[in-house]
């Protein structure tokens, strides 16, 4: 078993060690949860959601819409691109 220490501010914020956030996979607004299970608590990272699941949380069970990609979309997409990082 391995432990980490840090120090709570006046503010009620703690750091997380590097260990931790790097065990963790923690980066610049990752979300932690602090689970409680009786006389205990722990931390460990929200779990991310995929979009499937999101799209099953909105829709349902309903199967995506399909998309079609036509030559005249994929060149108007292109031309679009390429106007919008020309060199001026």
């Given at each position: 078993?391995?432990?980490?220490?840090?120090?709570?501010?006046?503010?009620?914020?703690?750091?997380?060690?590097?260990?931790?956030?790097?065990?963790l996979s923690l980066s610049p607004g990752a979300t932690i949860l602090w689970v409680q299970e009786g006389e205990r608590m722990w931390v460990e990272r929200a779990a991310t959601h995929t979009t499937a699941e999101v799209h099953q949380a909105l829709f349902g069970n309903s199967a995506p819409p399909k998309t079609t990609d036509t030559p005249d979309s994929k060149q108007a997409i292109r031309s679009f691109m390429q106007k919008k990082h020309a060199r001026h």
């Open positions: 078993m391995s432990t980490k220490q840090s120090k709570l501010t006046s503010q009620g914020q703690v750091s997380v060690p590097a260990a931790v956030r790097q065990f």
